[in-house]
T-cell receptor, first 115, second 113 residues
């Protein structure tokens, strides 16, 4: 089956610093990647959708300048949390798809803690 | 906008018994997909079952089956012969011709020995 990896699985950073999370599709080409945020005991909230080579489309209420998304290749998307603050602490999950008619395959998630 | 409602925040089932998780959705589309995802304590999202709206036959995957009622906009998941490993959060999700998945709030399933 299709495999999506995320790196790192856990990261702790100091307030005011930036942190980058990578999402890779290991055995398929992902034309579209998605970034979700999940708070404890809550559902997944879509943050943005990115198509390879294009600017990401952000959901309402998600700060574009804070959550920078790059999808430079068909197998890699990155989420950079800039000037992180404690309220950015959360579980971030990516997923990847070969297209609108195809499944989304999820990565294992990244737990971000901002101190 | 499409909404997905899971009205059961928590459910409990005994091992080997059957449990049904409820999901309703709201859409004006005629062509769409419905999914049940499982999220165990590892938090890895796992696809349990998928249903295409144009198919009248209910999807089944081993011990997992759905009751898809298109007119009622209902999509429940039945887990038969429950196992301890079935304990997890279960999310119902909707997708139409667009890319995005819309998730319900989830149901936490506890399986007791």
């Amino acid at each position: 089956g299709a495999v999506v990896s995320q790196h790192p699985s856990r990261v702790i950073c100091k307030s005011g610093t930036s942190v980058k999370i990578e999402c890779r599709s290991l055995d398929f080409q992902a034309t579209t990647m998605f970034w979700y945020r999940q708070f404890p005991k809550q559902s997944l909230m879509l943050m943005a959708t990115s198509n390879e080579g294009s600017k990401a489309t952000y959901e309402q209420g998600v700060e574009k300048d804070k959550f920078l998304i790059n999808h430079a290749s068909l197998t890699l998307s990155t989420l950079t949390v800039t000037s992180a603050h404690p309220e950015d602490s959360s579980f971030y999950i990516c997923s990847a798809s070969q297209g609108a008619a195809y499944e989304q395959y999820f990565g294992p998630g990244t737990r971000l803690t901002v101190t | 906008a499409q909404t997905v409602t899971q009205s059961q925040p928590e459910m409990s089932v005994q091992e080997a018994e059957t449990v049904t998780l409820s999901c309703t959705y709201d859409t004006s589309e005629s062509d769409y997909y419905l999914f049940w995802y499982k999220q165990p304590p590892s938090r890895q999202m796992i696809l349990v079952i998928r249903q295409e709206a144009y198919k009248q036959q209910n999807a089944t995957e081993n011990r997992f089956s759905v009751n898809f009622q298109k007119a009622a906009k209902s999509f429940s998941l039945k887990i038969s012969d429950s196992q301890l490993g079935d304990a997890a959060m279960y999310f119902c999700a909707y997708k139409d011709s667009g890319y995005a998945l819309n998730f319900g709030k989830g149901t936490s399933l506890l399986v007791t020995p």
